[in-house]
């Protein structure tokens, strides 16, 4: 054979392994993103940083997120993601207005399709000014009762 063909099959091969080994590394992120939709809709945690999020698996997805689990077991917060209400408290996020409590939240519906990325989400948020945050209890008294999330202070601007 010519060289010009061996160096043309040798070119042809390695842009196949290439596309090849793309493929697979696509395919296992889509792979991880369905395991952890599952995983947060169900029972079991997520693995992954990143969740496609609608609907049916926010109020799953949320509760197992590591801020919520953090919070104290006294905590009641208010979310409300355009007209739906979820009631927020550790490691739960019920449907529903909250009665009393220590916050309320609002965040954009067009934000909770992105929010698999929780802390940028809030974060993008805040910064877009579309985020309101209102405190029903004193300042020092949210402090004081929320310091187990204090270690989460950059997700929300501070």
């Given at each position: 054979?010519?060289?010009s063909?061996?160096?043309l099959?040798?070119?042809?091969?390695?842009?196949?392994?290439?596309v090849?080994?793309?493929?697979?590394?696509?395919?296992?992120i889509?792979?991880?993103?369905?395991?952890?939709?599952?995983?947060?809709?169900?029972?079991g945690k997520?693995?992954?940083?990143?969740?496609?999020?609608?609907?049916?698996?926010f109020?799953?997805?949320l509760?197992?997120?590591?801020?919520?689990?953090?919070?104290p077991k006294?905590?009641?917060?208010?979310?409300?993601?355009?007209?739906?209400?979820?009631?927020?408290?550790?490691s739960?996020?019920?449907?529903?207005k909250?009665?009393?409590?220590d916050m309320?939240v609002y965040?954009?519906?067009?934000?909770?399709?992105?929010?698999g990325?929780?802390?940028n989400t809030?974060?993008?948020?805040?910064?877009?000014?579309d985020?309101?945050?209102d405190?029903?209890?004193s300042?020092?008294?949210?402090?004081?009762?929320?310091r187990?999330?204090?270690?989460?202070?950059?997700?929300?601007g501070?």
């Open positions: 054979m010519k060289r063909t061996l160096i099959i040798f070119i042809i091969l390695s842009v196949g392994i290439i090849l080994l793309l493929g697979f590394y696509f395919l296992s889509n792979a991880n993103a369905i395991k952890s939709i599952q995983s947060s809709s169900g029972g997520s693995v992954m940083g990143f969740v496609l999020i609608d609907k049916t698996n109020p799953g997805y509760e197992q997120n590591e801020i919520i689990t953090s919070l006294n905590a009641v917060i208010s979310l409300k993601v355009d007209s739906e209400y979820y009631t927020v408290k550790k739960s996020v019920v449907k529903g909250a009665e009393n409590p309320e965040i954009p519906g067009n934000d909770v399709s992105q929010i990325d929780f802390c809030v974060k993008n948020a805040i910064d877009n000014g985020a309101v945050f405190l029903k209890i300042q020092v008294s949210f402090l004081w009762k929320y187990s999330v204090l270690k989460y202070k950059d997700c929300f501070f």
